[in-house]
């Protein structure tokens, strides 16, 4: 996977945030606000996780791959109500590139 697909879709989420609510479904979760976005996120983790699971179980991962494309989508949704860019989320992924996630989970501070 190459980072520009993600900068495209982002670009057109970017682009379609003050569209008219009735016309984009991205305006339309914007215009109902980040706590609906956080919602669709978590409809969207779920279903990837039943997915999933059925994955395992069936050997048929197509259901796994169209959720997970729908669990991106929304987090990229979520990121851009945030006024974030995905590239800061794969810079945080490249900086963990390499490092064991025992390390980097005992280097996070904890409050």
Do not use: C
Not at 75 to 90: G, H, I, K, R, T
Request: glycine share 4%; proline share 2%.
């Amino acid at each position: 996977m190459t980072d520009d697909i993600l900068r495209r879709v982002a670009q057109v989420i970017d682009s379609r945030k003050s569209a008219e609510p009735s016309t984009s479904y991205v305006a339309s979760l914007h215009h109902k606000g980040l706590n609906k976005i956080l919602e669709k996120v978590g409809e969207e983790a779920v279903e990837t996780i039943l997915a999933a699971k059925d994955a395992a179980s069936s050997g048929d991962a197509q259901d796994v791959i169209y959720e997970t494309a729908d669990l991106w989508f929304h987090s990229l949704v979520m990121l851009s109500a945030l006024n974030l860019e995905p590239q800061a989320v794969l810079n945080e992924l490249e900086r963990r590139f390499g490092l064991s996630g025992h390390a980097e989970k005992a280097a996070r501070t904890t409050t």
